[in-house]
């Protein structure tokens, strides 16, 4: 692969993840954490970046070494680990794509004023049709690219119109007034939790892009997708600053369309909806591609038919959501289970890391180990704290 070439896909992987991690609930969250954090926000994200590079570097690295998808990395060090975490992760993903619908059929909806369904399907259809082309990883790479970049200079463009207190934003992001753990945690799932991680690192796999000598691009690609998730973050936290500096409250039910509302008028309502089209249709791309990655190998048949059942795995997102909506209670209850997917997967990574038979002569770096193996006893603990607090609420209808 020539080197322009392993640039175009190392970017694509990088653009994968970011914008399957710029869904609806990053624009929703990075709302309202800055509403009721302010200029303190700004540290939670600069603290959840750098929990985030620690996830991703590792994760990215020992999937090119061991040149495997994560899932028979875990079959090879426990028969049976793999399916399970692949179930976890197609059951979230599942979920979540149905939210990823439900929010590009808003995005089409303020864009068009067709109904917000029809508006989903459409999308979804779109969607459907990326994976039917012949170079579909290709023409993904590309989608991810243009509707990443766009977000990113519409954000900007709104960002500036708010007129942000810089100077504040900068203090409190090295000497916040408030720490909200809460906030940290739904950052760093919402960024590298799930499948998210493993989107870009499953491409660079597909794309031949792995082994040791392919480390310096995986690195590459991984800190480049955080850094362009986390740029949407920062550029998404000063607009919304500004305007609730000014004086202005949110609309609880649409936090993110007030931002663009109050600060550009009705030129940014409309530029909210093509800002919340890309990155829920990019992250139905996103979630469509890495769940059905984490099966294609558990099964000759799936392998045949990956695409069959890519097109398939959209097509229902779309149908539960047109019939019943976004079932908020399954939404919440997988979440929270989704939330342990972080640090399993984590920790397979690592211990993988130690065996021979699967790394070779590739010595991990000890303070990726050290790291990783902290983010991933943090993550555990608190993931089974979420856990306890949210699914007897859920079964008890509080």
Known sequence: MNREKNWSVILGAAFLMATSAIGPGFLTQTSVFTQSLLG?????????????????????????????????????????????????????????????????GLGLNVLTGLDPVLSAVLSALFAIGIFLIKEAGKAMDRIAQVLGGLMIALTLYVMFTSHPPYGEALLRTVAPIKIDLFAIITLVGGTVGGYITFAGGHRLLDAGIKGQAALPSVNRGATSAILLASLMRVLLFLATLGVVSGGAVLDAANPAASVFQIAAGEVGYRLFGVV??????????????????????LSPTFERHHRAITVGFIALSTLVFALVGKPVAILLAVGALNALILPVALAIMLTAARRRDLVGDYQHPLWMSVGGWLVAVAMAVLSVQTIVTTLPKLFSGG
């Open 276 to 297: 919340m089209w890309a990155a829920s249709i990019t992250s139905v791309i996103g979630s469509a591609y890495t769940s059905v990655s984490f099966i294609r190998t």
């Open 40 to 104: 303190s926000f700004g540290f939670v994200i600069l603290l959840s970046i750098l929990i985030d590079l620690v996830v991703q570097v590792n994760i990215w690295r020992l999937i090119a070494v061991t040149e495997r998808r994560t899932q028979d990395t875990a079959n090879a060090l426990l028969p049976g680990l793999g399916h399970f975490l692949a179930l976890l992760i197609v059951i979230g993903g599942l979920a979540f794509n149905i939210g990823n619908v439900g929010g590009a």
